[in-house]
């Protein structure tokens, strides 16, 4: 998808999302901790993907899984990617995670940790289904960092064969400095540490961040590919987003199609030439050059 524009980075557009980011904290139950329920597939249509009948072929041995970013859920992140991959042979499964008790839809909210736990449940339940030894993975801002901490702390690096993320924020971000104002805002981050800790265990140089980070940003055996943006209002630097280590590729949008003008969402949710190179990353045998003509392949 071409025709994005960037957020607009005036004092008052700052201003009014720290005021959003507050606001919906405030609107949060006041309970740091996610739901304990066995994460679910969304029940809502899903134009073939979250088919636990699906068996992965030869060509396409392993289960992708799409992991949303904040504020998502396994639908509406997936509602272009999950179908495009299905339309290319593979088994496609989406979780929903993070969920605050009382916040309905708007997922990842809870400690990262937790979220990661359920994920590790959540690949056990597809490896089960389908036979498979491994998965590939693939996540979007959140999505693309919170499996690392299941890949480094939880055993899944035995169950992953590739980890591909949009827009992850896999070093924290600043939100354009944003997160720099808030010792401003008396209380500020106190209340997004006890009613949204998915947003403040992201804040560059929080201790999840921290922990996270501790030895290096990848794990022996495991494939990455981090896809980023220069137009990212979000995660920001946006080359923070970019992993060190063997068997990594990062890649910038820009470079690949230097007309797209896709941020931080739309890299996410919609955006094609990026999706081509998310299948260029599961098939590697097999990719193809990624040009801003990839929206009509």
Not at 13 to 34: E, G, N, S
Not at 126 to 137: E, F, N, R, S
Not at 145 to 151: E, Q, S, T, V
Request: hydrophobic share 40%.
């Amino acid at each position: 998808m071409l025709p994005w524009t960037r957020a607009p980075r005036t004092p008052r557009a700052r201003r009014r999302l720290v005021a959003l980011l507050l606001a919906f904290a405030a609107f949060a139950t006041p309970t740091a901790t996610a739901t304990a329920a066995t994460p679910t597939a969304a029940t809502a249509p899903s134009r073939g993907w979250n088919d636990y009948s699906c068996k992965p072929s030869a060509a396409h041995p392993r289960p992708v899984v799409l992991v949303h970013g904040t504020f998502g859920n396994s639908v509406d992140n997936w509602l272009v990617l999950a179908p495009y991959l299905v339309g290319r042979g593979y088994c496609v499964y989406s979780l929903d995670y993070g969920q605050l008790p009382g916040v309905p839809f708007f997922n990842g909210l809870g400690p990262i940790d937790k979220s990661a736990g359920q994920l590790a449940t959540f690949v056990d339940q597809v490896l089960a289904a389908t036979g498979a030894p491994k998965a590939d993975i693939v996540g979007h801002s959140q999505g693309g960092m919170m499996p690392n901490y299941y890949l480094k702390f939880l055993g899944g690096a035995a169950k992953v064969n590739a980890l591909v993320g949009l827009a992850p924020d896999n070093h924290g971000t600043t939100l354009l400095g944003l997160t720099n104002l808030l010792p401003y805002f008396p209380g500020a981050e106190d209340l997004l540490n006890a009613h949204t800790p998915g947003l403040a265990d992201q804040m560059a140089g929080s201790p999840f961040i921290t922990k996270l980070n501790a030895g290096g940003d990848t794990v022996p055996g495991v494939r990455y590919t981090v896809i980023a943006t220069r137009y990212d209002e979000v995660v920001t630097p946006y080359r923070t987003q970019y992993l060190n280590g063997p068997n990594v590729r990062n890649v910038l949008l820009q470079d690949l199609c230097p007309i797209d003008l896709s941020e931080h969402v739309a890299i996410g949710t919609v955006d094609l030439i990026a999706y081509h190179e998310v299948a260029n990353a599961l098939d590697p045998a097999h990719a193809t050059p990624t040009t801003c003509a990839s929206v009509i392949g």
